[in-house]
């Protein structure tokens, strides 16, 4: 007898947010509470974790333009062991487009994946 399992379906998050210490930090803290919901593995969460912290501390720090933010997307897909984090600064003009091919790099100048 077989056991059915309920498909995994890919997960995403975006959120945008004020190129500051704060933005920064809640960026993490954002991104660890959807891991939980996602039921991200522990340690794949604590290396993402990692360079979220990295990329929105430089989003903040060196991104930063008056009144302009940055953008933190996330992409879960457990059935291929993926994660993918794309950030993109306060420069505007520089904007990535929509990751929709998981097989090639991202746009973005900083992004990372993740695989366990």
């Not at 290396?47 to 929105?56: D, F, G, P, S, T």
């Not at 933010?69 to 904007?95: E, K, N, Q, V």
């Not at 091919?101 to 900083?110: E, I, Q, V």
Request: charge should be positive; include cysteine; proline fraction near 10%.
């Amino acid at each position: 007898m077989s056991t059915p399992h309920s498909p995994t379906t890919a997960r995403t998050f975006a959120e945008q947010l004020s190129s500051t210490r704060r933005g920064a930090r809640l960026a993490r803290l954002l991104a660890v509470a959807e891991f939980q919901v996602w039921q991200v593995p522990p340690p794949l969460t604590e290396r993402a974790e990692q360079v979220i912290a990295e990329l929105a501390a430089n989003a903040a720090l060196h991104g930063r333009i008056q009144g302009r933010d940055f953008r933190l997307p996330l992409h879960f897909d457990p059935s291929a062991g993926l994660l993918r984090i794309a950030m993109t600064d306060a420069r505007g003009y520089r904007l990535p487009s929509p990751a929709t091919d998981l097989t090639t790099p991202p746009t973005p100048s900083r992004a990372a994946a993740c695989s366990w």
